[in-house]
């Protein structure tokens, strides 16, 4: 295996490992710890459950889409990855009131939840695909434009 695969292969193991990592860094903040303990399991196996599912159904495919336009840099893979994880976070809080049996109009009619829910998967979709860039060595510079093919003759 070429040791750039190798790179990415690492990375997708371990990027994932973020958003329990920001979710731990914001209790510390709060609260002088990372988790409480009834709430710390869950979190983290939560987390790292949707983690890995957003990174191998969107974030894989994302990355493989940049890199074949040839436009995959550090950027733009942190934008779309916020973009994703803002989008995979209002998902997952749809399924689950739906797996609850809450009615989506008690907690999703003024948007304010969509909003808070969107903001917070988005910055944990951002330091995902940051940590998988730094991981995968992924530069800060886009990967060049794509040349013109070579005209038929």
Same mark, same amino acid.
Do not use: Q
């Given at each position: 295996?070429?040791?750039k695969?190798?790179?990415?292969?690492?990375?997708?193991?371990?990027?994932?490992?973020?958003?329990?990592?920001? &979710?731990?860094?914001?209790?510390? /903040?709060?609260?002088?710890?990372?988790?409480?303990?009834?709430?710390?399991?869950?979190?983290?196996?939560?987390? /790292?459950? $949707?983690?890995?599912?957003?990174?191998?159904?969107?974030?894989?495919?994302?990355?493989?889409?940049? +890199?074949?336009?040839?436009?995959?840099?550090a950027?733009?893979? $942190? $934008?779309?990855?916020? $973009?994703?994880?803002?989008?995979? !976070? @209002?998902?997952?809080? !749809?399924?689950?009131?739906?797996?609850?049996?809450?009615?989506?109009?008690?907690?999703?009619?003024?948007?304010?939840?969509?909003? +808070?829910? &969107? /903001?917070?998967?988005a910055?944990?979709?951002? @330091?995902?695909? &940051?940590?998988?860039?730094?991981i995968?060595?992924?530069?800060?510079?886009?990967?060049?434009? +794509?040349?013109?093919?070579?005209?038929?003759?």
């Amino acid at each position: 295996m070429p040791l750039k695969a190798l790179r990415y292969v690492i990375a997708a193991i371990v990027a994932p490992w973020a958003a329990p990592a920001i &979710f731990a860094l914001e209790g510390l /903040i709060k609260n002088g710890k990372a988790f409480s303990y009834n709430e710390g399991p869950w979190i983290v196996v939560v987390s /790292i459950l $949707v983690s890995y599912i957003a990174l191998f159904f969107i974030g894989v495919p994302l990355v493989l889409f940049l +890199r074949h336009r040839r436009i995959l840099s550090a950027p733009i893979l $942190v $934008v779309t990855g916020a $973009v994703s994880g803002g989008l995979v !976070i @209002c998902i997952f809080f !749809i399924v689950f009131a739906l797996s609850l049996g809450t009615p989506l109009a008690l907690g999703f009619a003024d948007g304010s939840a969509n909003a +808070r829910g &969107f /903001i917070v998967g988005a910055v944990l979709g951002g @330091c995902v695909a &940051f940590a998988f860039a730094l991981i995968a060595g992924i530069t800060w510079r886009s990967t060049g434009t +794509r040349k013109p093919s070579a005209p038929v003759s």
